[in-house]
């Protein structure tokens, strides 16, 4: 070792690849708290001068239209730079095979909750839910779907579809409706 040096590029690399895997926990965290329903909306009728109720609702704008496709994309995104710095990590001949290994368990375990993702929004599809947007995390699993309210039925089906392909219990999965 170099007298001076503290990090080699190797472990920088590793470094920064934790922080964004930190970074990627804490979003996941944020945009699944248990505290805030995505979507929920209070509609209120207003009553004229005359007596008469007039149903009035909130505006729905063009980025809450294509929630679903952004939200995809952003994700996406983040897969690939991932990715690509996975693979600059690999690329590095200054790591060991520890460094390594690790590298490559974080590429499977990625790999793996993007599968289990994927599967159960193309399994919602099939069942008829027009979109869904499944995040799942460590010990939890948070589900997006269009729909005007879901019924029991509906429900359940969802909780089987993620039950299926996953080994998260029923208390850690959440479903949030969006209209």
């Known amino acids: ?10 472990q920088a ?7 964004c895997l930190g970074a990627a926990v804490w979003l996941n965290m944020k945009f699944s708290s248990s505290e805030k329903y995505l979507g929920e909306a ?3 009728n207003k009553k004229t001068s005359s007596g008469e109720t007039v149903a009035t609702s909130a505006k729905v704008s063009e980025t809450d239209k294509n929630y679903f496709d952004n939200a995809k994309k952003e994700r996406n995104a983040n897969l690939k730079k991932q990715q690509e710095l996975v693979e600059e990590t690999l690329r590095s001949s200054s790591l060991n095979d520890d460094e390594k290994s690790a590298a490559t368990d974080a590429v ?3 790999v793996s909750r993007l599968e289990q993702e994927n ?3 193309t399994l919602l599809k099939a069942k008829d839910f027009a979109d869904a947007l499944v995040v799942i995390g ?3 699993v948070n589900v997006i779907v269009k729909s005007e309210g879901l019924t029991t039925t509906q429900t359940m089906q969802i ?8 080994n998260i219990p029923l208390a850690n ?7």
């Open 173 to 179: 999965i959440k479903i949030v409706t969006v209209k």
């Open 119 to 121: 599967n159960i929004e």
């Open 138 to 140: 460590d010990k939890d």
């Open 108 to 110: 499977k375990a990625l």
């Open 159 to 166: 909780q089987d579809i993620i039950t299926a392909q996953t």
């Open 42 to 44: 209070t509609y209120v």
């Open 13 to 19: 690399i590793l470094v920064l690849m934790v922080l």
């Open 1 to 10: 070792m170099k007298k001076g040096k503290v990090f080699t590029k190797g």
